[in-house]
């Protein structure tokens, strides 16, 4: 997802790619990432495009390699795909990047930024990306005795800080990116009450507690923002460069937390038709986060 400064919107920060054998050569190019990630569909029908150009060697670093092997045993490549998920090495994978110096696909330095919601946020609006209305409430370097910092305040119809208001419906979520324990408040005129976010667990996505004191978390920092109405949808972008994107729809995890499911199990997506403005988005994030194949929430 984007650059720290202009060398991330460059198109690679690796060196050019030497071709094994002269220019008559194949290109190896190197996926590294969590098993689950590389042997995707969407990862499949990637690679299978790039092979039928007949330029390019697909070699998909194995999972026990990545997590038990030295980088000096990884397979040398001339080009690199790699991105982080869960329990992947990246500051491993830069070591690897540093010393073989491959072409980089994804900017892997870059993808530190991810880890924290604020800095995602500023970097967006630092390119005139359009963020909903929020503010980051840090509760880390408090006083002792000091429950709030100064500037904030909360009722039972919204919560300000530092001049901007924002009503409920708000949506709170951890500073870490990858704390997916979201909160969404109500306010009392439609119930009260919470409706709580995670990571799939089954076929549960939500749960909304109805008797929720309504009162904001404060035992961390937390990122504040305006609750969106979307029609019961999410929209997932994926981009494969900076000029193609493929955006599907899903059922909001806010309806009512039932994930809906196809007969093999997967998630029920469909796909839809991005408007010229939302194209424009993707190809930004693609840009400033450095990172040509990535997924982001629209």
């Known amino acids: 997802v984007v650059t720290a400064a202009s060398s991330m919107i460059d198109p690679g920060t690796g060196g050019s790619p030497t071709v094994p054998g002269g220019s008559f050569g194949k290109i190896r190019v190197g996926i590294c990432a969590m098993r689950k990630k590389a042997s995707s569909n969407p990862m499949r029908e990637i690679l299978a495009r790039i092979e039928e150009t007949k330029d390019f060697e697909i070699v998909v670093f194995a999972e026990d390699c990545i997590l ?6 990884w397979p040398v490549v001339q080009v690199l795909m790699s991105f982080y998920s869960t329990g992947f090495p990246l500051r491993k994978a830069e070591s690897y990047a540093r010393l073989r110096q491959p072409f980089l696909i994804n900017d892997l330095r870059a993808q530190h930024l991810l880890f924290d919601r604020a800095n995602v946020y500023r970097r967006l609006n630092a390119f005139n ?3 909903p209305t929020h503010f980051l409430v840090e509760r880390d370097r408090l006083l002792p005795g000091q429950v709030d910092p100064e500037g904030f305040t909360e009722t ?3 919560i300000e800080y530092n001049g901007v208001r924002i009503a409920k419906p708000f949506v709170e979520k951890p500073l870490s990116g990858e704390d997916h ?11 009260g009450g919470v409706k709580k976010l995670f990571r799939k667990i089954d076929n549960r996505s939500s749960q909304y507690d109805p008797d929720h004191n309504g009162l904001v978390r404060r035992n ?9 109405f979307t029609e ?9 460069g900076p000029f193609y994107a493929h955006a599907e729809a899903r059922k909001s995890p806010v309806v009512d937390g039932r994930v809906l499911r196809t007969a093999d199990g997967k998630e029920l997506r469909f ?3 991005l ?6 988005i993707a190809q930004r994030v693609s840009l400033i986060f450095g990172q040509k194949v990535c997924g982001f929430d629209l």
């Open 181 to 191: 324990n979201i909160y969404i408040y109500y306010p009392p005129s439609t119930g």
């Open 220 to 228: 961390g920092s937390f990122l504040y923002e305006t609750f969106m």
């Open 129 to 131: 990306v359009p963020t």
């Open 275 to 280: 408007t010229s403005h939302e194209k424009w």
């Open 232 to 240: 019961g949808t999410d929209v997932k972008v994926y981009t494969v």
């Open 271 to 273: 796909p839809v038709l």
């Open 68 to 73: 038990g092997s030295p980088i000096e045993d």
């Open 156 to 158: 039972d119809e919204y």
